[in-house]
């Protein structure tokens, strides 16, 4: 027996509609967190910072896993700040050479490593939107049909 999806969400719209507004708040708030990172909405402080020197230390993961993570050391004009970044960017940031950082709160990050796929969440987003709006309509049209 082959399990079809959307045949099942048109049985059911409203179940569709409710899982697809869960995961729309959800890339909701990744997408206003990226759009944050990328300066397009107000919420972040950035700074310019001067790289001291960068390195690499064991960092705890899920369960119990250790990695290996890559950090640079940063003096801002708000202090010293140990910054993870990508490891594939390490080249980049040699002693003396700048970095911006984001500062939310208290916790200070690299704007490098803190980028996300924006656009494709966007997509995402909207993918989503369209999906609830669908289902509501198709969810009044069952109920308005069976009334």
Do not use: W
């Not at 899920?62 to 940063?74: I, N």
């Not at 924006?118 to 997509?123: E, P, Q």
């Not at 989503?128 to 669908?134: A, K, N, P, R």
Request: with cysteine; glycine share 8%.
């Amino acid at each position: 027996m082959k399990f079809d999806i959307f045949a099942f969400f048109k049985k059911y719209p409203i179940l569709a509609v409710a899982i697809l507004s869960a995961l729309a708040l959800y890339t909701g708030s990744k997408l206003t967190r990226e759009a944050q990172i990328e300066g397009l909405v107000p919420g972040l402080q950035i700074m310019e910072a001067t790289v001291i020197d960068s390195y690499t230390q064991e960092v705890s993961g899920r369960r119990g896993r250790t990695s290996e993570g890559c950090f640079v050391s940063a003096r801002s004009a708000e202090g010293l700040h140990a910054v993870r970044i990508d490891c594939d960017q390490r080249s980049q940031y040699e002693p003396g050479s700048g970095i911006e950082l984001l500062k939310d709160g208290d916790s200070v990050e690299s704007r490098s490593f803190a980028r996300g796929n924006f656009y494709i969440d966007l997509l995402l987003f909207l993918a989503e939107l369209f999906g609830v709006i669908y289902y509501f309509r198709l969810s009044r049209k069952t109920a308005a049909a069976s009334a």
